[in-house]
């Protein structure tokens, strides 16, 4: 079983004079640890698109994915093509191989779906449709999908709420996960 947080004893050094603990454990677990309670999503004021013709203007923002945190606090430029008719998607993207959470600017013929196997798991935090020719985007062109919880979500909390008493309940566990202690 692995458990945390406990505090390292040094057992030596390295050819460098660097210590070497006797306990390490690797960002997985961190990750692990902060999704038990942490959901995916971001704050509610972060990552604002802004827009002009067909340049847009992501402000920054923070949000978790998969237990990994991730915050920018400089705003995000990305150009959109309209020689084709194209559906567009910004993404907070992590990306476990290249060790980071990542906004992208995704583009197909129909809206990509999130990309959620293997080292990549993406929050789409809007979808952008572009017609062959189109030369300025309208309001109807772009979906906010930063309240969606399966394409993104808001950042929040996801505790179930503890219940305890004298009395033996018909069933320990509640709604939606809610969890009840006898004593």
């Known amino acids: 079983m692995r458990s945390g947080f406990f505090n390292s004893n040094i057992i030596g050094t390295d050819e460098a004079g660097m210590p070497l603990f006797d306990r390490a454990e690797q960002a997985d677990f961190f990750a ?8 995916n999503g971001v704050l509610a004021d972060s990552f604002v698109l802004s827009h002009n013709n067909l340049s847009l203007n992501i402000s920054g923002g923070a949000g978790f994915v998969n237990g990994y945190f991730a915050w920018e606090n400089a705003d995000t430029q990305f150009s959109l093509n309209s020689a084709y008719g194209k559906a567009y998607r910004v993404a907070l993207q992590l990306n476990l191989a290249e060790r980071q ?16 196997s293997g080292d990549i798991y993406e929050l789409i935090l809007y979808t952008i449709n572009v017609a062959q020719g ?4 309208a309001e109807e062109d772009i979906t906010d999908n930063r309240q969606d919880s399966y394409l993104c979500g808001l950042l929040g ?3 179930p709420k503890i219940y305890s008493g004298s009395e033996e309940p018909d069933d320990f566990f509640g709604e939606d ?3 009840y202690i006898q004593y």
């Open 177 to 179: 996960g809610d969890i």
């Open 157 to 159: 909390l996801d505790n």
């Open 101 to 116: 959470i990542a906004l992208k600017l995704l583009s197909s013929a129909n809206p990509p779906a999130p990309e959620r």
């Open 134 to 137: 189109q030369a300025e985007l």
């Open 32 to 39: 692990r640890y902060f999704a038990s309670f942490v959901k």
